[in-house]
């Protein structure tokens, strides 16, 4: 083993146990769930609380079509693609940023050490925390989808899962790359967000001609929940984008960091 | 289907839920009565986290605590 | 005696402003080396070049054998110390020097054996597992010490170590140093000559991004020192005017004067009077003969030499 490498795992220790003791890996976990879990039950009380609330006259019939467990779990998805990505990107807006302003990372960074290790083990922490959340979120989402819509089969439970995971990922990414840019947690966040939401945009308009963007990713993994990805050939365009954009934020980040670390 | 609706069914449902949220509810209590400073008073942030449903804990997680790094 | 840094034409501009304009200089293995100068000299800058954290705009460095290209690989035999660290507050003092141990490529054994000896070295052992978040900022700045340490380095670097700290924790971490420089050879910044006199072997005093003086610090003492006569006048008119009449003349002297071949300098602080003289006897003389004749009314005569605040003073002056 490298000595390079037993210190980028000393890094990532070093980050995980920042994930433990400020408790993320507990709280964000949770949020995740409780988002997993009010969308099926939500959407089988649904018709019931429009009865209560509603001051309908006798004999109103409301048809609501009791949706199919599939497609409870890619609303599910889409729940944690706003709200379960916005918690995510607001947990690691600072995550370079915050040790650059109080001067943490400058002690860090004279140590003996690849500047690549420093981003490399932020962005596996960010990672972990990422598919951690989502794995346990969607697990309690086909729980209760199974429960009170019907059964839906794991590997289409499993891609979906691997495909928003990667999107997810992908926005993770990001949140390093701009927490590396930017001085401020505040602007890396909007930056972010601003970016992920105009991809998904794009992806969602011109599906055709854009499809290839990661921001399709999200629309790849709804179609893996209820049926089948459409477009394989896109799909896989997709992929290799995604990877390439991810790789190429995270050389991005160590370079920036590598030039400007200095000032503080 | 929904006819003979009781909360003796709709309970076992909703239990998890409550429970997750009330875990959050006490894991940001304890966690701002422990800061050494919070952004803002901490009575203000007692008052959110318990009466801001969900968005409160969390708004205390990510935006709360101060000088943590 | 064996070089350890060699430092040639290092220069450091940021836009327009240059902060470090070349500068010379070498350190030799086992001494204590103060960098000195005002605040605003270029003195963080060119610490923070050595300790590889800004890259120069033009110049070279070899440290310990290693030049420009694999300058990095040379860092595993630097320790730094910021002016003011800052650590990461959740972790404990220990497992924040066990940390750095591992990333200088320490096994995890041998990084928990140093940093438990460097904590107690440093006097917090007993804080060792406390949070770094409670401590104060002369623990936080020993800390920084055990860190910067742990690995054993060839050469430790510091920026202002007791500029931050309050008259206890400057005491403590002077204290320190003057233990640690018997070990490793120590570089580190000041504005104060007092901690430079106290600490170091070597001096280099830089001002505006240029070396204005350096070397042995009692070698420079030896050779700058010079005699001086001060003299505390009355204020009253007749004093006033001898003064005044007698640094009009001495300014247009010229070198073949008499006085000259004794009395190189005359400056005024209040009601105080400074000849800096060549030769202390007929400048007495001289000077006791005139004060008669004009009946000036001295209050205090004084034989003394000029110190190195005297010289930094001067040195530095705008």
Known sequence: ?264 | MYDNFDFGQILPIIAPILTIQLVLVIIALVMCIKAEQTRGPKWMWVLIILFVNLIGPITFFIFGRRNER | ?318
Not at chain 1, 163 to 171: C, H, K, M, Q, Y
Not at chain 1, 180 to 208: C, D, I, M, N, Q
Not at chain 3, 156 to 171: F, K, Q, T
């Open chain 3, 1 to 318: 005696m064996t070089t350890l840094l060699e430092v040639k034409g290092l220069t450091k501009t940021f836009g327009a402003v240059q902060a470090v304009g070349g500068i010379d200089f070498s350190i030799h293995v086992g001494r204590c080396v103060a960098l000195l100068g005002p605040n605003g000299a270029g003195k963080t800058t060119t610490i923070r070049m050595i300790a590889g954290l800004l890259s120069q705009t033009a110049g070279t460095m070899r440290f310990h054998g290693f030049v420009k290209g694999d300058y990095g690989k040379g860092k595993v035999h630097i320790g730094y110390l910021p002016q003011s660290p800052s650590f990461y507050n959740w972790m404990s003092g220990l497992e924040y020097a066990v940390y750095a141990g591992r990333l200088c490529g320490l096994p995890a054994g041998t990084a928990l054996k140093r940093a438990k000896e460097l904590l107690e070295r440093v006097g917090l052992s007993g804080a060792a597992k406390r949070r770094i978040g409670s401590y104060s900022g002369g623990m936080k700045q020993r800390l920084g010490l055990a860190q910067a340490l742990v690995h054993s380095p060839k050469l430790l670097i510091m920026d202002e170590p007791v500029s931050a700290l309050d008259p206890i924790g400057r005491r403590e971490v002077l204290g320190l140093l003057q233990e640690l420089k018997e070990e490793t050879t120590v570089l580190f910044s000041t504005h104060a000559l007092h901690d430079a006199e106290e600490l170091c072997d070597d001096v280099i005093i830089i001002r505006k991004g240029q070396i204005a003086l350096q070397g042995n610090i009692a070698a420079i003492r030896n050779e700058h020192r010079k005699p001086i006569i001060e003299l505390q006048l009355e204020q009253d008119e007749v004093s006033i005017k001898w003064f005044t009449d007698y640094k009009d003349r001495l300014s247009r002297w010229s070198d073949e004067a008499q006085e000259a071949s004794f009395i190189q300098n005359i400056e005024q602080q209040g009601a105080a009077v400074r000849f800096t003289v060549r030769e202390v006897d007929s400048a007495r003389q001289h000077l006791l003969e005139v004060l008669t004749r004009e009946k000036v009314k001295v209050s205090r005569l004084e034989i003394g030499h000029t110190s190195l605040e005297d010289l930094f003073m001067k040195v530095v002056a705008p």
């Open chain 1, 1 to 264: 083993m490298t000595s390079s490498f037993t210190r980028l795992l000393v890094m990532v220790q070093k980050e995980l146990l920042e994930l433990v003791r400020s408790l993320k890996l507990l709280w964000v976990p949770l949020v995740f769930v409780l988002l997993g879990v009010m969308q099926p039950a939500s959407m089988y009380y649904m018709p019931l609380i429009l009865e209560k609330a509603g001051n309908i006259t006798e004999g109103a019939v409301i048809e609501i079509p009791q949706p199919l467990g599939s497609e409870v779990l890619a609303q599910t998805l889409q729940q944690f693609g706003t709200l379960g990505l916005l918690v995510l990107v607001l947990v690691g807006m600072s995550s370079v940023s915050g040790e650059r302003n109080s001067g943490a990372a400058s002690l860090i960074l004279v140590k003996p050490i690849a500047v690549f290790s420093f981003t490399a083990s932020k962005w596996t922490a960010l990672l972990l925390l990422a598919w951690g959340s989502l794995s346990a979120g969607y697990l309690a989402s086909w729980y209760y989808t199974g429960l009170l819509f019907g059964d839906v089969q794991a590997s289409k439970v499993l891609g979906s899962l691997l495909v928003f995971g990667l999107w997810l990922s992908f926005a993770m990414t990001l949140t390093l790359f701009f927490s590396t840019l930017l001085r401020s947690s505040a602007a890396a966040a909007f930056s972010t967000l601003g970016t992920a939401a105009a991809l998904s945009l794009l992806a969602g308009l011109l599906p055709k001609k854009l499809g290839w963007l990661p921001g399709s990713l999200s629309s790849f993994a709804y179609q893996t929940a209820v049926s089948d990805i459409a477009n394989v050939s896109l799909f896989g365009w997709a992929l290799a984008c995604t990877f390439t954009l991810m790789a190429a934020a995270l050389t991005g980040a160590s370079w920036l960091l590598r030039r400007s670390s200095a000032i503080d």
